[in-house]
């Protein structure tokens, strides 16, 4: 259990068996009435944000947010397959469940997932992937004046903005937090 009072940044708490973390706090004491905690918190599971004044006595359940580095094996054509490296386990999972992170993934990647109650509700890819250019425009000369970029298609699927000077069939380095070109892998 976790009280109103004992806030921070980052602490993770149930309500109405849903779970949420904490993206700001601020203890109030106004001169007149009892004191409270403003909160702005973020629903783990649909990503809304919400606003709250809470007593401070009030408590609530900790959520225990479970993370697991998986396996991403293959697709199916409407579910995705993780396995679980330790008990081989394989989770299916949805297009909408893994909609930002597939994007990076190669089979047989590694892949961050969350879980909340052993239902799986976020993917992450790693920060930094290696990717193999399959389809780019060639690069013209003499347009070098600014920094020009071009559209590329990796192995995956994903398109990323390269530079001018970039060709199909080269390895290069992503940050998949931004989708931007890092540089030759």
């Known amino acids: 259990m976790v009280s ?3 806030f ?3 602490i993770t708490f149930e309500i109405n068996g849903e779970p949420h973390v904490i993206l700001d706090f601020q203890h109030v004491k106004p001169g007149k009435g009892a004191a409270f905690v403003r909160t702005k918190y973020k629903n783990i599971l649909t990503g809304a944000i919400r606003e709250e004044a809470f007593n401070p006595n009030d408590k609530f359940e900790n ?6 580095s998986m396996q991403y094996l293959y697709n199916d054509g409407d579910l995705y397959y993780f396995m679980d490296g330790e008990t081989y386990e394989q989770v299916p999972l949805t297009a909408d469940q893994v909609e930002d992170a597939i994007q990076w993934l190669r089979e047989n ?4 997932i969350k879980f909340f109650k052993d239902k ?6 790693p920060n ?9 425009e060639p690069g013209v000369k003499g347009d070098t004046a600014t920094n020009v970029t071009k559209a590329a298609t990796v192995e995956t699927g994903a398109t990323v903005h390269v530079p001018i000077f970039i060709e199909a069939g ?5 940050d998949t937090r931004s989708g931007e070109y890092l540089g030759r892998a």
């Open 109 to 112: 990647d590694n892949a961050t």
């Open 120 to 125: 799986a509700f976020l993917v992450e890819a």
């Open 63 to 68: 959520a225990h947010i479970e993370t697991k």
């Open 128 to 136: 930094f992937v290696e990717l193999k250019i399959i389809e780019t």
């Open 4 to 6: 109103a009072g004992d």
């Open 170 to 174: 080269e390895v290069i380095k992503i």
């Open 8 to 10: 921070r940044k980052g």
